[in-house]
């Protein structure tokens, strides 16, 4: 929507369909939100009419909520307490606290920190296998059994702050290919029958022809038909995983 007229030629021809409302049409940022039921119309008929007015339309996706504070996050909020509480029993010893009450520091760092650790050893100790949790967990036993209550903290907090980071890697990781994914067009302007129209990437034919328009993501694997121009190739396969040829 380039401009006023553009944005009511769309509301006409969406406003056709049956069950369509617009709800918000935004010429400068060139967004249209409406509401219609899918009962009575299906998301590629929106599209069509709008390809029918010489214009082409694609889908704004929400954006997926963010990790929540970590505050909020109980493994995180674990591995707080369980290392605060450790580093002030520790403190406290070297002030002359006697070692019953630095012990009982330890205990309550330890009971803090174990929780998730044990869970997950308790899990591979069922199905009789000897995960890195499960040594974490009987090192631990064993270092308290030896009167070692400092050493099992420290052990338990450093097993959690692994677990932890972990778990963080591995979320940007999604999150990254997740926002890679995203890149790729969901829709591609195609010419049948002497018509073009906006189709979903997934309704795309072998033998079909798209138009890619200067500025445009290729949407789909194909052949130059007609038309020369630079192509940005870092979202192809052979890029993002050399060993695929």
């Known amino acids: ?57 694609s889908l704004i996706h929400a954006k997926p909520n963010k990790m929540g ?39 309550i760092a330890v009971l803090v920190g174990v929780y998730y650790p044990a869970r997950k050893a308790l899990i591979a100790f069922i199905n009789l296998a000897f995960t890195i949790h499960l040594l974490m967990l009987i090192g631990s036993v064993g270092a308290m059994v030896l009167g070692m209550w400092s050493e099992a903290a420290i052990l338990i907090f450093v097993y959690s702050l692994g677990d932890v980071l972990e778990s963080f890697a591995v979320d940007k990781a999604r999150g990254a290919i997740r926002s890679l994914m995203n890149l790729a067009p969901k829709t591609a302007l195609v010419k049948k029958d002497g ?19 200067a500025g445009e993501r290729i949407p789909v694997d194909g052949t130059v038909f007609h038309g020369a121009s630079y192509v940005d190739q870092s979202m192809s396969l052979e890029n993002l995983f050399p060993s695929i040829r």
């Open 69 to 107: 504070r970590w505050w909020r996050e109980k493994q995180q909020l674990a591995l707080l307490i369980s290392g605060t509480t450790t580093l002030l029993t520790f403190l406290f010893g070297l002030f002359g606290i006697p070692s019953l009450y630095t012990n009982i520091g330890y205990l």
């Open 195 to 213: 018509r073009e129209m906006l189709l979903p990437v997934e309704d795309i034919n072998v033998g079909d022809l798209a138009i890619i328009k």
């Open 1 to 57: 929507m380039n401009n006023q007229q553009d944005a009511q030629t769309i509301t006409q021809k969406i406003n056709a369909l049956p069950r369509t409302t617009i709800v918000e049409v935004n010429s400068q940022k060139k967004q249209l939100t409406l509401t219609y039921d899918p009962a009575a119309v299906t998301l590629q008929d929106i599209m069509r009419s709008i390809s029918e007015t010489g214009m082409t339309a």
